[in-house]
């Protein structure tokens, strides 16, 4: 015991820490002070983040997107109160788990549109009109929100979607047919388009 | 006012704040410890101020919530708890080693001093606004905490 510092270098118990933050998720949930939750998942097209308010989910983020990023995005716009708490998202998990098995068409959440607004936000509630395996142009999706002019901001619409995935911004592609852009990098799209028309 | 998302918190801190509440008290009560600490760290984080030092501050909660845990569990007559609660066999393998025991025996204010400096590495400033004492009275106190450890417990550190 030459030095104090060490004397205290047990190996803290991972399980215990891994219960504790189990007990605070749950805790944060009945207080009413669990703000954001998140959980990752697997996916075809990479690791993808999900988060929840109480109102519902509202972000999906791709690995390219920077998951750190995100949440600190999250904790700046909505609440720092973020947690990582499955548990609010475990419906979301499964209906994603059943999209990308071809057993799922559409999705049936609660959704938190609040990190959108205006011309974006009326773009995004009216991608779910675009059923499974249909596309659309971009051209057509601002015939379809009554301002055909605003094809570029229908694009940024699209490439700052929340919600890619359940809002299917995936279905938007350019006039000349070829997949375009996408929030989650061209592959994902196309492995998306190649799932859908497959299915 | 914070920015950081709370996890974040939760992922630097949580370990330290363990150790911490098991320097002072035993694995039961430190884990309630650690858990409101937490919680209530969590209602408050919106407001911390984005210079504050987290760790000091999560330390000055947990400072409060042990003493309610030692005060709640001293007007509890009957310790019923240990008789009811089935094995889990959960998360307690080393919480209650030799060296542990040893700190949770020294007199308060050297408990407190020791931990708050030795296992969550505050400076003795910072500790004595959590004490409530001047520095020097808090560094004596960590100073007679060691010396009384090495006295108790002579084996050093863990293997």
Same mark, same amino acid.
């Not at chain 1, 891994?18 to 207080?31: M, N």
């Not at chain 2, 950081?4 to 801190?13: G, L, S």
């Not at chain 2, 042990?66 to 959960?90: K, M």
């Given at each position: 015991?030459?030095?104090? &510092?060490?004397?205290?270098?047990?190996?803290?118990?991972?399980?215990?820490?891994?219960?504790? @933050?189990?007990?605070?998720?749950?805790?944060?949930? &009945?207080?009413?002070?669990?703000?954001?939750?998140?959980?990752?998942?697997?996916?075809?097209?990479?690791?993808?983040?999900? /988060?929840?308010?109480?109102?519902?989910?509202?972000?999906?983020?791709?690995?390219?997107?920077? @998951?750190?990023?995100?949440? !600190?995005?999250? /904790?700046?716009?909505?609440?720092?109160?973020?947690?990582?708490?499955?548990?609010?998202? &475990?419906?979301?998990?499964?209906?994603?788990?059943?999209?990308?098995?071809?057993?799922?068409?559409?999705?049936?959440?609660?959704? &938190?549109?609040?990190?959108?607004? #205006?011309?974006?936000?009326?773009?995004?509630?009216?991608?779910?009109?675009?059923?499974?395996?249909?596309?659309?142009?971009?051209?057509?999706?601002?015939?379809?929100?009554?301002?055909?002019?605003?094809?570029?901001?229908?694009?940024?619409?699209?490439?700052?979607?929340?919600?890619?995935?359940?809002?299917?911004?995936?279905?938007?592609?350019?006039? !000349?047919?070829?997949?375009?852009?996408?929030?989650? #990098?061209? /592959?994902?799209?196309?492995?998306?388009?190649?799932?859908?028309?497959? /299915? | 006012?914070?920015?950081?998302?709370?996890?974040?918190?939760?992922?630097?801190?949580?370990?330290?704040?363990?150790?911490?509440?098991? +320097?002072?008290?035993?694995?039961?009560?430190?884990?309630?410890?650690?858990?409101?600490?937490?919680?209530?760290?969590?209602?408050?984080?919106?407001?911390?101020?984005?210079?504050?030092?987290?760790?000091?501050?999560?330390?000055?909660?947990?400072?409060?919530?042990?003493?309610?845990?030692?005060?709640?569990?001293?007007?509890?007559?009957?310790?019923?708890?240990?008789?009811?609660?089935?094995?889990?066999?959960?998360?307690? =393998?080393?919480?209650?080693?030799?060296?542990?025991?040893?700190?949770?025996?020294?007199?308060?204010?050297?408990?407190?001093?020791? +931990?708050?400096?030795?296992?969550?590495?505050?400076?003795?400033?910072?500790?004595?606004?959590?004490?409530?004492?001047?520095?020097?009275?808090?560094?004596?106190?960590?100073?007679?905490?060691?010396?009384?450890?090495?006295?108790?417990? =002579?084996?050093?550190?863990?293997?």
């Amino acid at each position: 015991m030459n030095n104090p &510092d060490d004397l205290f270098a047990t190996p803290a118990d991972a399980d215990t820490l891994a219960r504790l @933050h189990r007990r605070l998720e749950q805790a944060a949930e &009945d207080e009413g002070l669990l703000d954001v939750a998140y959980r990752t998942v697997d996916s075809p097209v990479g690791t993808l983040l999900l /988060a929840a308010t109480p109102r519902g989910l509202v972000r999906v983020a791709y690995d390219v997107e920077g @998951h750190d990023r995100v949440l !600190d995005t999250l /904790a700046s716009r909505l609440s720092t109160r973020v947690l990582r708490a499955p548990k609010r998202l &475990d419906a979301v998990a499964q209906e994603l788990e059943e999209y990308f098995s071809g057993r799922r068409r559409s999705f049936d959440l609660p959704l &938190d549109l609040s990190l959108s607004k #205006g011309f974006r936000l009326l773009v995004q509630q009216q991608l779910p009109s675009i059923g499974y395996a249909q596309t659309r142009s971009y051209r057509q999706v601002a015939e379809l929100v009554g301002n055909p002019k605003a094809v570029r901001a229908v694009g940024t619409a699209c490439a700052t979607n929340p919600l890619p995935l359940v809002l299917p911004c995936h279905r938007v592609l350019r006039t !000349d047919g070829t997949p375009g852009q996408y929030v989650g #990098g061209p /592959a994902a799209k196309t492995t998306l388009l190649n799932l859908e028309a497959a /299915a | 006012m914070s920015t950081k998302p709370f996890e974040k918190v939760v992922e630097e801190h949580g370990r330290t704040v363990l150790r911490v509440c098991r +320097a002072l008290l035993a694995s039961h009560d430190a884990d309630d410890a650690w858990s409101e600490t937490f919680l209530s760290a969590m209602r408050a984080y919106p407001d911390l101020p984005e210079t504050a030092n987290v760790e000091a501050w999560l330390v000055t909660i947990a400072h409060r919530k042990a003493i309610d845990v030692l005060r709640s569990r001293s007007r509890q007559p009957v310790p019923v708890e240990e008789v009811t609660e089935a094995p889990t066999g959960l998360g307690v =393998p080393d919480a209650d080693d030799g060296l542990w025991q040893a700190v949770r025996a020294l007199p308060d204010k050297q408990r407190q001093a020791v +931990a708050y400096h030795y296992v969550a590495g505050l400076p003795y400033a910072e500790i004595a606004q959590i004490l409530g004492g001047t520095i020097d009275a808090a560094r004596r106190a960590a100073a007679d905490g060691i010396r009384n450890l090495r006295k108790n417990y =002579p084996g050093g550190g863990p293997s």
